[in-house]
């Protein structure tokens, strides 16, 4: 299975990412090992083995919610680029 240059300048645009000619060559590469990896994992005989969502049997690892103190907004605000007010100043999305 391979992926097309096209294929990856269509998600490329999705993303918005802005990607050089050498970037597409390799990525359009590095798809298409990806997509061989997944279609040799396809091929194989998995009839017998029990879907799973994780390999590792798992128990609640999230901890009790205990009311706590906010971060104070100079805290917050400490390293944003720009503020108004009581908000975050980001640039409009084109």
Do not use: K, Q, Y
Not at 85 to 91: A, C
């Amino acid at each position: 299975m391979s992926i097309s240059r096209e294929e990856v300048l269509h998600v490329a645009r999705l993303a918005r990412l802005a990607l050089t000619d050498e970037e597409v060559e390799r990525i359009t590469g590095e798809l298409g090992a990806i997509l061989d990896a997944v279609g040799v994992v396809a091929e194989l005989d998995l009839s017998d083995v029990p879907p799973t969502s994780h390999p590792l049997d798992l128990v609640n690892v999230w901890d009790d919610d205990e009311p706590r103190a906010s971060l104070e907004l100079d805290d917050a605000f400490a390293n944003a680029p720009a503020r108004d007010g009581d908000h975050f100043r980001v640039p409009p999305t084109v």
